[in-house]
């Protein structure tokens, strides 16, 4: 005897999926946690980097709930479709339904659970969605401070080259200074040369003055001893003279002269 065919067909992989998604937003839960977190252009530290990977794996602790559900619903149409082929059409309907109920029943069992967990997950979500905006101000008022230190470093880089250019400026000065100083110098020790050499000659000078003033003074001894030694002479030859000339009249008187 043939089998006979099941009213119910095989679903698809489509059919499934809208079913699980319909029998968690019938219970208020979220289908997939998809929080586009990679793509909001944050510059996350390392401590955001830790809670992200915290993220994605309580996202995918999730997913495969969901997977999971999705496979025991996918057993209950794969048993409904072996009675469909072994069974009467009365006794697979009744066992498809029953195993339907059971397995629907089964798994809400264990949803309220899955419904405390979810919404712990979302607690925890919801908590790191908020720590990642504090990261994100933090990071914002991390990228003014930067912000403000880069155009401090800035302006002090701008001084520094002022400061530079001033200091190879009097660098310049200085060793044009130095030169001169250096030109300056050997002109001076010329003067104290030259002074040194007019000093020595002036020294001569005095010593030849004071040797001329000596000469002087000698020959004026000697030339007032010559002239004292002249008038002595001259008085000498005078009273020789006047002797003579006593002698003379002496000696000369004429013959006719008689006194009276």
Not at 51 to 75: G, Q, Y
Not at 166 to 195: G, I, W
Request: with cysteine; charged share 35%; aromatic share 6%.
């Amino acid at each position: 005897m043939a089998p006979r065919t099941s009213r119910f067909h095989e679903p698809t992989q489509e059919e499934l999926d809208k079913d699980v998604r319909r029998l968690f937003e019938d219970q208020g839960l979220k289908w997939e946690l998809d929080y586009p977190i990679e793509q909001c252009g944050l510059h996350f530290t390392r401590n955001s980097e830790k809670l992200l990977e915290a993220i994605k794996m309580l996202t995918n602790v999730f997913n495969d709930m969901n997977s999971e559900m999705k496979e025991h619903i996918e057993a209950v149409v794969a048993c409904d479709a072996f009675q469909a082929k072994y069974i009467s059409r009365e006794t697979a309907d009744t066992a498809a339904s029953k195993a339907r109920e059971d397995a629907v029943a089964g798994k809400f069992n264990g949803l309220d659970e899955m419904v405390r967990e979810n919404r712990r997950i979302n607690s925890e979500l919801e908590q790191a969605k908020a720590n990642l905006q504090t990261t994100t101000a933090d990071a914002r008022m991390t990228k003014e401070t930067l912000e403000r230190f880069r155009k401090d470093l800035q302006t002090l880089i701008n001084d520094n080259n002022v400061a530079q250019d001033n200091y190879a400026t009097l660098k310049t000065d200085l060793e044009q200074s130095k030169r001169e100083n250096e030109k300056a110098e050997a002109e001076v020790t010329k003067l104290l040369d030259e002074l040194s050499l007019a000093k020595q000659q002036i020294n001569d000078l005095e010593t030849d003055l004071d040797s001329a003033r000596a000469d002087k003074d000698l020959a004026a001894k000697i030339q007032q001893m010559e002239i004292e030694d002249m008038q002595s002479q001259i008085i000498s030859h005078k009273t020789a003279i006047e002797s003579l000339n006593t002698q003379l009249d002496q000696q000369t008187l004429p013959i006719y002269y008689w006194p009276r």
